[in-house]
T-cell receptor
């Protein structure tokens, strides 16, 4: 059974640009959550999508947005990039909505903003 | 995260010794507590979890204990091996989202 796949693995962007990251969950999983991981702030929850609807949202500005498609694949978009957006972006897939059970992470997308 | 405190931040043990990492949480409504292992350049890997209706769970050399009264849960790794060296994160599920501890960097010295 394939795991969670995130693309691309690495990205370098310039301040002010926008970026789109992709996450394909484990087959059969309908929940996809996104996290930002930085050395200073640790793992922080961005949002969760379940059945194409955003179900929960963390404390991030509106520049961070996402969507989920009918096949459960999800994309995360960050607009007007800032230097502080440099981080490892992780997605996690789960059978259940709302952190009720096992969540499996992808390898992440390392975003560097210069 | 502010809901979960994790200690210690770094831990070094000799190969074969045990390692214990402790987390405390604040929301008594939390009912699911996973532990993740993250190796360099990889995403976090779920290694064990426990639900609030269970006090202890074991999987080979790894065990997790939960004390609901004191609101803390601990990861125990016995007979540590060099490949156990990684960063370990605990989490709870406050408010339908996971809050993660700040991580423990475990080094197993051969």
């Amino acid at each position: 059974k394939a795991g969670v796949t995130q693309t691309p693995r690495y990205l370098i962007k310039t301040r002010g640009q926008q970026v789109t990251l992709s996450c394909s969950p484990i087959s059969g999983h309908r929940s996809v959550s996104w996290y930002q991981q930085t050395p200073g702030q640790g793992l922080q929850f961005l949002f969760e999508y379940f059945s194409e609807t955003q179900r929960n949202k963390g404390n991030f500005p509106g520049r961070f947005s996402g969507r989920q498609f009918s096949n459960s694949r999800s994309e995360m978009n960050v607009s007007t990039l800032e230097l502080g957006d440099s981080a490892l972006y992780l997605c996690a897939s789960s059978l259940w909505q709302g952190a009720l059970g096992e969540a499996f992470f992808g390898q992440g997308t390392r975003l560097t903003v210069v | 995260g502010e809901n979960v405190e994790q200690h210690p931040s770094t831990l070094s043990v000799q190969e074969g010794d045990s390692a214990v990492i402790k987390c405390t949480y604040s929301d008594s409504a939390s009912n699911y507590f996973p532990w993740y292992k993250q190796e360099l350049g990889k995403g976090p890997q779920l290694i064990i979890d426990i639900r609030s209706n269970v006090g202890e769970k074991k999987d080979q050399r790894i065990a997790v204990t939960l004390n609901k009264t004191a609101k803390h849960f601990s990861l125990h790794i016995t007979e540590t091996q060099p490949e156990d060296s990684a960063v370990y994160f605990c989490a709870d599920n406050t408010g339908n989202q996971f809050y993660f501890g700040t991580g423990t960097s475990l080094t197993v010295i051969p």
